[in-house]
């Protein structure tokens, strides 16, 4: 069996990590240069041939730079003949540039998986696309997960009973009533239209939210306007304060100072699909990082990816099925710190390693082994 060899780019080295440490493999080294004229160059320090080769890398501000370099470790992979290149991007920012909605405009989700294509990629492992219809843009696989069940975990153990489930929009009801499926409860959306990026109006409120809670369900939050928007409208219709959800967690611009001052929120809950912003103590943070390495495990064997959401929904739950994978960091699904500076990539001729720890030991950056991080992290 090819062994699996787990490359992060600059984006979310964190991610990267915690997926590694559910895998029980260590994270391969590389190096990311930028030259006096700004080009970019990528060097992958570990032996790729013949070998499983996964790239994490979220498409995030600076969206640009990172996709130079996923498309750059791609090509360095295939030309050190990879036998499998997965590209993992848990956040796939262009996938909102998914049609033509005005004269003579780019299809962005498009072109760059044409991009990823022509580097080398041989499948993308993803999560919550912004709209399902991207996955026609690529030729190779897509691989492509849900948090809903893991957002929908974190109020399960709540008292819901006077609670709904609101999506800002008509577009993203069929998510939120899978949320809502999964937690039991009525579900509420509403009429948006978008003005500019970071401007809407939500003229109604489709559904019964008077009296009642809201939990606000998304797939991304970028500078918050429309979650904003729809709290007033909220408030308007009756609803007496809303919990918010997401998938993506951006906040770009004045997200954070909007809804750490909205008087209706009571929390924000997201995932680690991006990093975390420094300048927001109260969010709250749910790991999918054992999701993305129970998907990486069942590519690498050759099993279902679709059966981990075998249980409440055929699409959208909790992992179901599981594969064995190494569970000595389990108990951080849920991020309060999120990384431990201990817990350095490999050395840089780390060389990766089969699924699950093979002797209880990672390489580090000097060259000893030292004890599995997951061991070791307080």
Known sequence: ?????????????????????????????????????????????????QRDVYIVQPLVPPTQD????????????????????TAVIPHYAYARSDKKDASRISLGGRLVADMLVTAGVNRVLTMA????????????PVDHLTAIGALADHFRERDLSDCVVVSP????????????????????????????????VIDAIVGDVAGKRAIVIDDEIATGGSIIELLDKLT????????????????????????????????????????RPDDFPGLKVRSVSRLFAEAIARIHVGESVSSLFDGV????????????????????????????????????????????????????????AVENPAEVVP
């Open 66 to 85: 990172h996709l130079v370099e996923l498309l750059m470790m791609i090509d360095a992979a295939r030309g050190a003949s990879a036998a499998q290149i």
């Open 129 to 140: 696309l912004h709209a399902p219809q991207v996955h026609g843009f690529f030729s190779v």
């Open 169 to 200: 929009d008509l577009g993203n009801a069929k998510q939120a009533t899978l949320f809502a499926r999964l937690l039991g409860l009525p579900v509420a959306a509403g009429s948006k239209q978008r003005l500019a990026d970071d401007k809407v």
């Open 236 to 275: 308007e219709a009756g609803c007496p304060d809303a919990a918010v959800a997401c998938t993506h967690g951006l906040f770009a611009g004045r997200a954070v100072e909007r809804l750490t001052n909205h008087p209706m929120i009571t929390e924000v809950v997201t995932t680690d699909t991006v990093p």
């Open 1 to 49: 069996m090819r062994d699996v060899i787990v490359f992060s780019g600059s984006a979310h080295e964190p991610l990267a990590r915690r997926i590694c440490r559910h895998l029980g493999v260590p994270l391969s080294g590389a190096d990311i240069k930028r030259f006096s004229n700004d080009c970019l160059q990528a060097q992958l320090l570990a032996n790729c041939r």
């Open 313 to 368: 929904d055929p699409a959208h739950a909790s992992p179901q099925r599981q594969l064995p994978l190494y569970d000595g960091y389990e108990g951080f699904d849920m991020l309060e710190v999120l990384d431990d500076p201990r817990t350095a990539r490999g050395a840089p001729g780390s060389s990766g390693g089969r699924i699950g720890p093979a002797n209880g030991h990672e390489q580090h950056s000097s060259g000893q």
